[in-house]
């Protein structure tokens, strides 16, 4: 079983209009922490936002912000006010308190379209 | 800052073919993790590294190697090329384990088996 999913390939947004990145995640960790990471066509990966599964508040930076539903297992990011340069793939992933390895588990990502 | 640093940025081997990729990070992170990233498809750990002479599998080794020497370099070794090892090679270095610790990447190796 996937332990990230992202089940949109791709998204369009209009400019300046706020778009919601699905992601959910199997664990049965009850520690874990869950990034957002943004791919460019350069194919840098650029660390957006991170949410601790303890954490009581969902995580914001800038325009970003995590929609951090635990019951649900879902951690979908927000973008605001949309901008021609967020165009780019944006990876969900997490990181178990358990796993030996303290690597991240990403999902297949979503391709997010800015239209002007 | 150089923060974590990565070379070749593209290369084409022939199959049968070996190489080594460099990453150094400049961060004395003592956690360092090699991920392959193909076509449509996320990232997935090929080796890892937990300090100066520690290495371990991650879900895909078959075809590669590791060494760990140094707490700045790590290393990461395709023995015998083949078309399958086509994809995006990227190097990461954490200062910790625990759930929070970002993870920060390289720019990444294009490499093509042909």
């Known amino acids: 079983a996937q332990k990230i999913t992202q089940t949109q390939p791709g998204m369009f947004v209009q400019e300046k209009e706020a778009v919601t990145l699905d992601c959910t995640y199997d664990?049965?960790?009850?520690?874990?922490?869950l990034f957002w990471y943004k791919q460019p066509s350069s194919g840098e990966m650029i660390f957006l936002i991170y949410q601790g599964s303890y954490d009581q508040q969902n995580a914001t930076e800038g325009r970003y912000s995590l929609n951090f539903q635990k019951a649900r297992k879902s951690a979908n990011l927000v973008i605001s006010a949309s901008q021609l340069g967020d165009s780019a793939m944006y990876f969900c992933a997490m990181r178990e308190a358990g796993g030996s390895q303290g690597n991240l588990i990403f999902g297949k990502g979503t391709k997010l379209s800015v239209k002007p | 800052n150089a923060g974590v640093t990565q070379t070749p940025k593209f290369r084409i081997l022939k199959i049968g073919q070996s190489m080594t990729l460099q990453c150094t990070q400049d961060?004395?992170?003592?956690?360092m993790y090699w991920y392959r990233q193909d076509p449509g498809m996320g990232l997935k750990l090929i080796y890892y590294s937990v300090g100066a002479g520690i290495t371990d599998k991650g879900e895909v080794p078959n075809g590669y190697n590791v060494s760990r020497s140094t707490t700045e370099d790590f290393p990461l070794r395709l023995e015998l090329a083949a078309p399958s090892q086509t994809s995006v090679y990227f190097c990461?270095?954490?200062?910790?384990?625990?759930?929070?610790?970002?993870?920060?990447f390289g720019p990444g190796t294009r490499l093509t088996v042909t």
């Open positions: 664990t049965s960790d009850p520690s874990y922490g």
């Open positions: 961060m004395n992170h003592n956690y």
């Open positions: 990461a270095s954490s200062s910790g384990q625990g759930v929070s610790y970002e993870q920060y």
